[in-house]
């Protein structure tokens, strides 16, 4: 996942707003996605956006998506202890033999009470 | 619905023997994955299969090899392990609309 960039630690208070960040590489991807790992289970799906969108709201959760700068951020808004957990930005990328998701490192959130 | 089942769940191997990873979906997605977690370098994908018959190379596919012999199962061996083969092991299947991805809860393999 080196061509998909993120930073590896945030730490917030709970209540505050948690913002995660991700910068990505191929301009060409379709979808960009942000995934969430609790400790010992595999990655769920919590939200995507498609290129042609700015922005993406559910619920507490706001995606932006910069395709200039190629830039993708996570907002979580009144932000929970059930929060912490890793969260991973991916981007599909198509070619001749259809698409595959690459992530980037993981941003592990970490919400104090 | 079971979605993604992954066996087994944790293995400790000697260095130098086989091992095969299962992997089976019940969504009759046509593409599925496998990828690997290791810390600070996130999930970088092994091999692929877009649909049975067919598989590909994904980041890092030495040392791996997968077979794809219907929809629902896609295997990854490891012929010879070494201890750098130690990782926490995903395996993934795909809707071909969105390109979503649903993992399994993962295998976490230690080679000593």
């Known amino acids: 996942g080196e061509d998909v960039e993120q930073s590896l630690f945030l730490s917030v208070r709970e209540g505050d707003s948690s913002v995660i960040n991700c910068t990505y590489t191929?301009?060409?991807?379709?979808?960009l996605y942000w995934y969430k790992q609790e400790p010992g289970a595999g990655l769920q799906l919590l939200t995507y956006i498609f290129s042609n969108m700015d922005m993406k709201q559910d619920q507490r959760l706001t995606v932006l998506l910069n395709k200039k700068d190629k830039h993708l951020s996570l907002r979580i808004a009144d932000t929970q202890t059930g929060d912490s957990a890793i969260y991973f930005c991916a981007e599909r990328r198509m070619g001749n033999q259809g698409g595959k998701l690459i992530f980037g490192q993981g941003t592990e959130l970490s919400v104090k009470p | 619905i079971a979605g993604i089942t992954q066996a087994p769940t944790s293995q400790i191997l000697a260095a130098g023997r086989r091992m095969t990873l299962r992997c089976t979906q019940d969504m009759r997605h046509n593409a599925m994955y496998w990828y690997r977690q290791d810390l600070g370098l996130g999930l970088r994908l092994i091999h692929y299969?877009?649909?049975?018959?067919?598989?590909g190379k994904g980041e890092v596919p030495d040392g791996y090899s997968v077979s794809r012999a219907n929809t629902d199962d896609f295997p990854l061996t490891l012929a010879s392990a070494v201890p750098s083969q130690t990782s926490v092991y995903f395996c993934a299947s795909s809707d071909s609309a969105t390109g979503e991805l649903f993992f399994g809860e993962g295998s976490r393999l230690t080679v000593l």
């Open positions: 191929d301009s060409s991807s379709t979808y």
């Open positions: 299969s877009n649909t049975a018959g067919t598989t």
